[in-house]
């Protein structure tokens, strides 16, 4: 059998080459993107997981950078981040169990005689710090600066005052051996005023009975002898009495009120 009619081959036109070569491309590019897409995902995770690693480690490196201990807690009190400072620290207490809370390890370390001295202040209305003064058994001094955060938990910055503590210990002595050395001076003022009262009685009624016989140059010296000694108990009490304890004793004793202070304090 024939056909009727001739079959001819059809005829492809370069248009439609062009447009198979383009769709044959298009189907290429989208089953190649996301054939590779979750590659791109995998890098592009990969990749942001490296810059937080990065961003952890320079934090971490910064925080053990620091001099002082830090350390942030949480709600339950369990330490979150802290510096190796802070570790070295409470190296003894947190060398075993590293999950304490802020509690358990300054009971422990009170209980263990490594903290001898723990102390909180009080806070005012308006602040949202509090200072802790905490001293411990090897002579450091700390001072703590709690801030609690919104999350519920708290921040802690411990401060190594040991020298600043030690030169106020210092200066406290300092004041004391002042102020015992200040009572020792009263102490010898007043002794000497009350011995100087016994001769100064003396030489005034020794003047009111020469007085009423005689008149003379003695009578009047001796007289000038009282009125200075009397000056000279006046002025010691007054050095007992003065804030500065610098009152100068400006009286110049004569040469016969000299020699007769001697001869009384003689016989």
Request: net charge positive; charged share 20%; aromatic share 10%.
């Amino acid at each position: 059998m024939q056909p009727i009619k001739p079959i001819t081959p059809a005829n492809v036109s370069r248009f439609d080459l062009f447009k198979l070569a383009l769709i044959s491309l298009a189907i290429f590019a989208f089953v190649y993107y996301f054939l590779r897409l979750p590659r791109r995902l995998h890098d592009e995770i990969k990749q942001k997981n490296t810059l937080i690693l990065n961003r952890e480690s320079l934090f971490s490196s910064s925080l053990d950078a620091l001099p002082h201990g830090f350390a942030i807690f949480n709600s339950n009190e369990f330490p979150v981040i802290t510096n190796q400072a802070f570790n070295e620290l409470f190296s003894h207490v947190i060398q075993n169990n590293k999950q304490l809370s802020y509690s358990q390890i300054m009971s422990i370390s009170q209980q263990n005689n490594i903290i001898t001295h723990y102390q909180e202040h009080n806070k005012l209305a308006n602040e949202h710090s509090q200072l802790i003064d905490i001293g411990f058994s090897d002579g450091r001094w700390i001072t703590v600066v709690q801030r609690h955060t919104d999350f519920g938990g708290f921040v802690c910055y411990f401060r190594d005052e040991t020298q600043a503590h030690q030169k106020e210990l210092l200066l406290a002595q300092v004041v004391e051996k002042s102020k015992q050395a200040n009572q020792l001076k009263d102490k010898f003022v007043a002794r000497l005023a009350m011995q100087l009262k016994a001769p100064l009685s003396s030489l005034q009624s020794i003047v009111e009975l020469n007085y009423k016989n005689s008149k003379g140059n003695f009578n009047n010296e001796l007289e000038n002898a009282c009125t200075q000694l009397s000056c000279v108990v006046q002025q010691l009490v007054n050095i007992n009495k003065t804030d500065t304890g610098k009152l100068k004793l400006k009286m110049v004793i004569s040469p016969f009120l000299m020699e007769v202070i001697c001869r009384i304090f003689v016989v």
